[in-house]
Nanobody, 124 residues
């Protein structure tokens, strides 16, 4: 059982930055960040795959950076140049061990373990 706990959310003005952290108890080959805005479906933000590295959603546009410190059992998401459209609950997730095909790696349904989330609010 993988446990995850996010922190680092908050309220910032447009153009601001935040760094999210996710402490995990056990590392799996596929871990990442997702978000869900009110009235919208949960969507992938960034994924770290053990076999081919980092993948980002198109809307990130070079503004966000995912990093993983396995010595500290922590996943980070550095978010710069935030926009009001980035307002959402941000979740850390881990998929079960095993191979995941490329097309499934960005699907929330692929991930079994979730944190409780941390709120990010960006004002215009």
């Amino acid at each position: 059982q993988v446990q995850l706990m996010e922190s680092g959310g908050g309220s910032v003005p447009s153009g601001g930055s935040l760094r999210l952290s996710c402490e995990f108890t056990y590392r799996t080959p596929f871990m990442g960040w997702f978000r869900q805005a009110p009235g919208k479906e949960r969507e992938a933000v960034a994924i770290n795959a053990a076999d081919d590295g980092l993948r980002y959603a198109d809307f990130v546009k070079g503004r966000f950076t995912l990093s993983q410190d396995n010595a500290r059992n922590t996943l980070y998401l550095q978010m710069n140049d935030l926009e009001p459209e980035d307002t959402a609950m941000y979740y850390c997730a881990a998929a079960p061990n095993g191979y995941i095909r490329g097309s499934a790696r960005l699907l929330p349904s692929t991930y079994k373990y979730w944190g409780r989330g941390t709120q990010v609010t960006v004002s215009s």
